[in-house]
């Protein structure tokens, strides 16, 4: 009987152990497979052409942020109109498009937010365009400035390898608004730190009346904009930049 008992025991540790190494190996592939499609996913976003990419719209604002206000007018409620017509024009063209919101709402509270309830909610937007494996992502914005007089679109970037997304949507805004802006460095949350190429487009002056009045009454020009310049980018994008990150 106890020979017997022994085998039972030594039986049960090989099958443990065997479960174990079959774990471990499990393991180990589910790694090797998630490096692999990590380094595909990176490889992507600097592979030529906009067919087959998946864009992160972020409509800034929304909810209980309204952001800026003229009259009644809502910053959040321009950049969703936005956001909606460029991805239209992306998805007509092969792009898959993920929004960081919905309609008013989506990630926003329905109150007023402390500054840190707001980096808060930014951070999740950035996590959304993470969690969908987006290869650029846009955070869609409505300037605002105490002199009426100021107007135009501003494209501003973080990291460098976003300089040239950037340049190319301000090359097209510019058109757009008749003027000679430069592209911005800045440190906006939203935008600071994604593996992505990442970009914050304010997109003219709510302030501004000839601004506002384009930005509302012919969004659809202000999108094709936008949409030329993502375009332009990604059309020059070169094999080298494969390996440049």
Same mark, same amino acid.
């Given at each position: 009987m106890k020979?017997? $008992? %022994?085998? $039972? !025991? /030594? @039986? #049960? =540790?090989? %099958?443990i152990g065997l479960l174990a190494v079959l774990f471990l190996v499990a393991a180990g592939l589910f790694k090797v497979s998630d490096y692999f499609e990590e380094k595909r996913w990176r490889e992507e976003m =600097?592979?030529?052409? +906009?067919?087959?990419? @998946?864009?992160i719209i972020d409509p800034g604002h929304g909810g209980a942020d309204p952001g800026a206000v003229a009259g009644a007018l809502k910053e959040s409620e321009i950049n969703m109109d936005l956001a909606l017509a460029l991805q239209k024009k992306l998805e007509r063209n092969g792009v898959k498009v993920k929004l960081t919101r919905q309609g008013d709402r989506g990630l926003v509270p329905d109150r007023r937010m402390s500054y840190f309830e707001q980096w808060v909610i930014l951070e999740k937007r950035k996590g959304f365009a993470l969690d969908q494996r987006g290869? +650029?992502? /846009?955070s869609i914005h409505t300037n605002s400035n105490k002199d009426p007089r100021a107007s135009g679109g501003i494209v501003f970037y973080y990291d460098d390898f976003s300089r040239e997304l950037a340049e190319s949507i301000q090359k097209r805004l510019n058109q757009l608004h008749k003027k000679e802006k430069q592209v911005e460095h800045g440190s906006f @949350? !939203? #935008? %600071?730190? $994604?593996?992505?190429?990442?970009v914050l487009v304010e997109t003219g002056f709510i302030s501004n009346k000839y601004d506002r009045d384009m930005l509302i009454s012919q969004k659809e020009l202000v999108? %094709?904009? /936008?949409?030329?310049g993502l375009q332009d980018y990604a059309r020059n994008l070169k094999p080298r930049e494969l390996t440049g990150r």
């Open positions: 020979w017997v $008992n %022994r085998v $039972n !025991i /030594i @039986t #049960i =540790f090989m %099958r =600097f592979s030529p052409g +906009l067919k087959g990419k @998946t864009v290869h +650029l992502m /846009i @949350t !939203i #935008i %600071r730190g $994604n593996p992505m190429p990442s999108a %094709r904009a /936008i949409f030329e």
